[in-house]
């Protein structure tokens, strides 16, 4: 299980590195098939996937069910709308080819050119998240459990072009003075960037009992979190993706919290569920550098969620009733999904969903996914992301049943 641990680090710290740092995490946590119905789950999981999403619903298994096995889920989604890494090029570019005429008196085309590319890049962004979960599910009927490794993480970065440095180049263009290579060092433009990642280890639990003649479970998933942020704050110029997660940047803390659930099955078809993930509020300060720094608040968040199924068709519901997890300096964002799929013979799945951000703060992305069950055995999932401004995402699963 600590590979996963070690599997998540590079993929959220991949993300980073790529400078696109994504639409806000709609979730905490990911799983293929679920992502492909626009990111519901809460009323409409399988057993092995209801340990992420809500523990409740592992008492729903058939007789014949005796471990669950996801190994891995990965997901990832960016949103560039800017193209924010070519805006970095493109100012390295022209800022070492000032740096190389800097003294020579004939400098002004080339502070022309940088002016025109900070200009360019000035208030550009780009965002990033990502998650890898992991889930060994024991389903029976007086207690089922899971052990449940997950990492999800969230990272931006955005270029700060000050009027200092145009006013200084116009002035450079102009004739008005030469620059030599030490007068570069004035310059205050930053490329700045903040992520984190969460890790966690826990253990699901669930519990079904009869209420007013209606099936009723519950759930809980106690577990370790361990908080990862970075704050990256550079000079324009010297950008580099492989320096953004160094340990220079990072901050870390450890603590405890919980999940529950609860699901009502109020027909042979009809489910209702409801979630409260991490009910213990965390704020995480990143390092303070060159004097700025950012909060990563992990907030109690409920959601609700309804699903209908008949074994051939399932159709989903999930909406957040609280703000989802994120930095301070971002506005807060909540989801609404809707998704279906369609079930042939348990050999194969073809899926769809919609998720939007009811405070539209964030993207809109429609969602798509095939899944191959051959057996009922060994189950592969893919899924696609698509929104507005040049936000896109992929997933995909490995789960096994017997």
Do not use: C
Not at 262 to 267: D, E, K, R, V
Request: aromatic share 8%; charged share 15%; hydrophobic share 40%.
């Amino acid at each position: 299980m600590m590979k996963v641990s070690m599997i998540t680090r590079s993929i959220v710290l991949a993300l980073v590195t790529t400078a696109i740092p994504s639409v806000h995490a709609a979730s905490t946590w990911t799983e293929a098939r679920n992502d492909a119905m626009g990111g519901t789950g809460v009323a409409s999981s399988g057993y092995a996937a209801a340990a992420l999403v809500n523990p409740a619903l592992m008492t729903r298994h058939d007789a014949s069910d005796e471990i669950g096995i996801i190994l891995p889920s990965i997901g990832a989604q960016v949103s560039d709308p800017d193209n924010l890494q070519d805006g970095f090029d493109r100012v390295k570019d022209s800022w070492d080819r000032l740096s190389d005429s800097a003294g020579s008196g004939n400098s002004a085309a080339q502070a022309a050119e940088l002016k025109k590319a900070l200009q360019g890049v000035s208030g550009n962004s780009g965002r990033a998240s990502a998650g890898v979960s992991a889930v060994i599910a024991i389903p029976n009927d007086t207690l089922p459990f899971a052990l449940v490794v997950k990492g999800w993480g969230q990272a931006k970065a955005r270029a700060v072009v000050t009027d200092h440095d145009l006013a200084w180049l116009d002035a450079a263009q102009s004739g008005i003075f030469s620059p030599s290579r030490d007068d570069l060092s004035q310059l205050t433009s930053r490329a700045e960037g903040v992520a984190a990642l969460v890790s966690e280890y826990g253990l699901a639990m669930a519990h079904q009992f009869t209420l007013a003649g209606v099936p009723v479970s519950a759930g809980v998933t106690p577990k370790l979190q361990r908080v990862d942020t970075w704050n990256y704050n550079v000079s324009i110029n010297n950008y580099s993706t492989s320096d953004f997660h160094s340990g220079e940047w990072k901050r870390s803390e450890t603590g405890g919290n919980v999940d529950i659930g609860f699901a009502a099955q109020l027909t042979p078809e009809w489910t209702l569920g409801l979630t409260g993930q991490n009910l213990v509020s965390r704020n995480v300060e990143t390092r303070e550098i060159n004097g700025l720094k950012d909060t990563f608040q992990i907030r109690p968040q409920a959601t609700a969620g309804t699903s209908w199924s008949n074994g051939f068709i399932t159709l989903a519901t999930d909406i957040d009733l609280t703000p989802a997890s994120g930095f301070a300096s971002d506005e807060k964002a909540q989801y609404a999904g809707v998704g279906a799929e369609l079930n042939a013979w348990d050999w194969a799945q073809l899926r769809a969903g919609y998720r939007a951000d009811i405070r539209n703060s964030d993207n809109n992305v429609f969602t798509a996914g095939i899944g191959i069950s051959p057996f009922n055995v060994v189950h592969f999932d893919l899924t696609g992301m698509a929104g507005t401004d040049r936000s896109y995402g992929a997933a995909a699963q490995l789960t096994f049943t017997f």
